[in-house]
């Protein structure tokens, strides 16, 4: 594709440019470069929020049903119940596993060079920060069983266990690192298996969130869980799910009022 042929940006991407140069002439102001933000005022192209598609309670037993066996049901379970990212996965080290303290230190993903002949290799995270989080205690015992299994793989392999990054979590019957290509349409295809067509891994993310707001989890944790620079996103992401929320709550106190005074 030549350069008259690429695509203009999406709403999205000229938008996260527009935030990094606004906050660049901002501190220009505030150092005296300049007298006035060029960017205040410029109208942005609006953004199309896309639709999520989060499994509901009897889709997450299905899809567990499903994956039941699988070489990946551990990848999927960690990512439905956790929601972190696929290439934060795919980049997440033992060391970063802390058993004891029963906490995960997302600091990495794994990405795939953009060029013939390209490899997978670290890179910092979607937003650039590092976050910890705190799963159920059950997702941490699935991954010290993980573990376990990764290690007697190792030893039966021997001089075959050809890790080119070493201590990964998730990684093929060789010790290889896991391919994004290849995870998604499992993901898919198990979607399919139980009914949600155009199932895809990002969802599992979503039905994490999803799941977290219902249980009642505050807002600020599950943005922080999630990786999100701010809460807004997520609120406005999870809008119509959190307003459900606050229905069920007022319909509570309701309860609780009619019963009580």
């Known amino acids: 594709m030549t350069k008259r042929e690429q695509k203009p940006l999406s709403p999205k991407s000229v938008k996260n440019v527009f935030g990094v140069l606004h906050k660049a002439m901002s501190q220009a102001v505030l150092n005296g470069y300049i007298a006035k933000n060029p960017c205040d005022g410029i109208q942005l192209p609006r953004v199309e929020k896309k639709d999520i598609s989060p499994l509901n309670e009897a889709e997450i037993r299905a899809f567990l049903n ?130 949600k067509e155009g199932f895809r891994f990002h969802d599992l993310r979503h039905s994490y969130a999803v799941a977290a707001i219902r249980a009642g989890d505050d807002m600020k944790t599950v943005s922080s869980n999630l990786g999100h620079t701010t809460i807004s996103i997520t609120m406005d992401i999870y809008a119509s799910y959190t307003e459900d929320m606050a229905k069920a709550s007022a319909s509570r106190m309701n309860d609780y009022i009619s019963s009580n005074f």
């Open 66 to 195: 499903a994956i039941k066996g699988h070489r990946n049901e551990v990848v999927f379970k960690v990512a439905l119940f956790t929601g972190m990212r696929q290439g934060e996965l795919m980049g997440l080290q033992w060391d970063n596993v802390d058993f004891k303290a029963g906490t995960i230190l997302v600091s990495q993903q794994l990405i795939h060079e953009k060029k013939k002949g390209g490899i997978y290799k670290p890179a910092p995270t979607k937003t650039d920060g590092v976050r910890k989080i705190t799963p159920a205690p059950i997702v941490m015992n699935w991954l010290k069983e993980w573990k376990t299994a990764q290690n007697a793989q190792r030893l039966a392999k021997g001089e075959m266990w050809v890790s080119d990054i070493e201590g990964l979590v998730f990684t093929d019957e060789h010790g290889r690192n896991l391919s994004n290509t290849t995870l998604t349409h499992e993901v898919k295809r198990i979607g399919e298996k139980i009914g």
